[in-house]
């Protein structure tokens, strides 16, 4: 969805889907913060989505879902769809499950 990555179909069927320009926006935004994150608080890092997903790693992923989503990505949504909107739901919806299945524990 937020991904520069050319190589999926375009005539897939998704609920969920952002103009190139506004992932074109949040890769960017994401690259100007990064001089202002605190890296060692967390164990990933802030890379521009749109233009190196590929060089992400499932821990830069984490930090991605759990911090740029609900606000970066979430906003692009609001403004693609409306605050009401399911697809805006659906994020939250995962965003939230899985930052609640990263705090468990087991002793």
């Known amino acids: 969805m937020v991904s520069g990555d050319r190589d999926f179909a375009t005539d897939v069927n ?37 233009k190196k997903a590929r060089l992400m790693r499932s821990v830069d992923w984490v930090v991605f ?11 692009r ?9 399911e697809q805006v739901d659906a994020i939250m919806s995962l965003v939230i499950g899985c930052t609640l299945a990263l705090q468990w524990n087991i002793d």
């Open 65 to 75: 879902l759990q911090e740029v989503v609900p606000t970066l990505v979430c906003e």
């Open 14 to 50: 998704t609920a969920i889907l952002l103009p190139k320009q506004a992932c074109s926006a949040i890769g960017s935004a994401i690259t100007e913060s990064s001089a202002t994150v605190p890296s060692a608080i967390f164990e990933g890092s802030f890379r521009d989505v749109y």
């Open 77 to 85: 949504l609001i403004e693609e769809y409306t605050s009401s909107a």
